[in-house]
């Protein structure tokens, strides 16, 4: 596979074909359904304007609660009430923010060249990392172990089940999002 | 009235406690198995502007301890972080720095 991304004097280019730009449009678009908030947007102004959001709970899927984890680890009745009050406070402007970079991204794939600034760079390396949480979570990818055996999986052609296809998915993304960042990374040394 | 003026003491003293400005706290990170080892050096460089070697370190201390404290200042501060750690995709957690060890 050649690279998706690279890094030169225009800044960071990418190029994808037809079939892989419609796989993360749609993946994109599962995630972004996943983190709109359940009930709309607080109907008291002041409320709304701070983002408050008292209905908030935290995420029974593993999937999103990996999306939107707690601030503290809630081991005991006070530190879960804490991690429940800053999640009432927080939680809705996470899921504007991570809607906003998926769709930015979303954006850029309309065409088949794109040239990202270091935003749009920023806004693709968290869409691309957010796919690969919710995947990992759908995977059950729980240690070093379970990666590896997940890596393994590099041929389509073994794609015969919903586990082995996420895998080849998980594998792609993974490759795109290492080569993204290895280029962003070569951007900022570049600027020193 | 002594009876009920006592709990009111109690309860001052022990918000005070908290929200004292110069109680540290600390910002951990901690690893998980998809999270890509440059892409978290990336966010510490470009977030907290911490060097390309120090980034680094404080990735592999992540990566091979399971946890680091990646930065550390007011309550406020280490929430703000943490919420932008989060929007990033990172697993991140506040806690007091009681220890008083940090990385």
């Given at each position: 596979?050649?690279k ?11 190029q ?7 796989l ?5 678009s599962?995630?972004?359904d996943?983190l709109e ?7 008291d102004p002041?409320?709304?304007l ?18 939107l ?18 999640r009432?406070?927080?939680e809705r402007?996470?899921r ?7 769709r930015a991204a979303?954006l850029n ?5 794109m ?9 693709w390396?968290m869409a691309?990392?957010?796919?690969r ?10 240690g070093?172990a ?10 389509w052609s073994?794609a ?9 998915v ?6 795109l ?12 040394k570049?600027?020193? | 009235?002594?009876?009920?003026t006592?709990p009111?003491?109690a309860?001052e ?5 908290l ?13 998980d198995p ?7 050096s990336?966010v ?7 060097s390309?070697t ?10 091979k ?11 406020e ?6 919420v ?8 991140a957690?506040v806690q ?5 060890t940090?990385s």
């Amino acid at each position: 596979m050649a690279k998706a991304f690279k890094y030169g004097r225009k800044g960071i280019t990418g190029q994808l074909e037809q079939a892989e730009r419609d796989l993360l449009r749609n993946l994109f678009s599962d995630i972004i359904d996943m983190l709109e908030p359940e009930s709309a947007a607080h109907t008291d102004p002041l409320a709304a304007l701070i983002g408050l959001d008292m209905d908030v709970r935290v995420p029974t899927d593993p999937a999103l609660k990996r999306l939107l984890p707690d601030v503290v680890n809630a081991e005991d009745a006070e530190s879960t009430a804490m991690a429940l009050e800053f999640r009432q406070l927080t939680e809705r402007s996470l899921r504007e923010n991570k809607i906003g970079a998926l769709r930015a991204a979303a954006l850029n794939l309309d065409s088949d060249k794109m040239v990202l600034n270091d935003e749009q760079a920023k806004f693709w390396a968290m869409a691309l990392n957010d796919v690969r949480l919710v995947l990992g979570e759908r995977l059950s990818i729980r240690g070093e172990a379970d990666a590896d055996r997940i890596h393994q999986l590099q041929d389509w052609s073994q794609a015969d089940d919903v586990d082995s296809y996420l895998a080849l998915v998980y594998n792609f993304v993974s490759w795109l999002q290492e080569g993204l960042v290895q280029a962003m990374l070569l951007g900022l040394k570049d600027r020193g | 009235m002594t009876v009920s003026t006592a709990p009111d003491l109690a309860r001052e003293t022990h918000t005070h406690e908290l929200s004292a400005p110069n109680v540290p706290w600390v910002l951990i990170v901690w690893n998980d198995p998809v999270n890509l080892m440059s892409y978290v050096s990336y966010v510490f460089q470009t977030y907290f502007a911490y060097s390309e070697t120090k980034a680094a370190e404080l990735m592999m201390q992540v990566h091979k301890s399971g946890r680091s404290a990646v930065a550390h200042g007011g309550k406020e501060k280490m929430e703000a972080d943490a919420v932008a750690m989060h929007g990033y995709g990172l697993w991140a957690t506040v806690q007091k720095d009681d220890m008083n060890t940090g990385s």
